[in-house]
Nanobody
């Protein structure tokens, strides 16, 4: 069984920074994609950033140039460095691992950006 645990969320003023972490435990044989998603109140969950097994990255247009995704494959951990935060970045951030045995979600971590 695979478990993902996120950390690093919190309350920050606009223009500030946060770094999210997501650590996976359990039987992970191969991870094809590690990603971050977010869900704002009353809205659907949306893709934020992803990093593929070959270290290729992809970002939502709304976060390009401000957020950076990285990973430590030896630790089965993915990070999201968020700079120049805006109030519209507020939401619950979830990590997701897509592996050969299926997809797994973390429990989410709250990010609140005040103006």
């Amino acid at each position: 069984q695979v478990q993902l645990v996120e950390s690093g969320g919190g309350l920050v003023q606009a223009g500030g920074s946060l770094r999210l972490s997501c650590a996976a435990s359990g039987s992970i044989f191969r991870t094809d994609l590690m990603g971050w998603y977010r869900q704002a109140p009353g809205k659907q969950r949306e893709f934020v950033a992803g990093i593929f097994s070959e270290s290729r990255t992809n970002y939502a247009d709304s976060v390009k140039g401000r957020f950076t995704i990285s990973s430590d494959n030896a630790k089965n951990t993915v990070y999201l460095q968020m700079n120049s935060l805006k109030p519209e970045d507020t939401g619950v951030y979830y990590c997701r691992f897509s592996t050969v045995t299926g997809g797994y979600w973390g429990q989410g971590t709250q990010v609140t950006v005040t103006s």
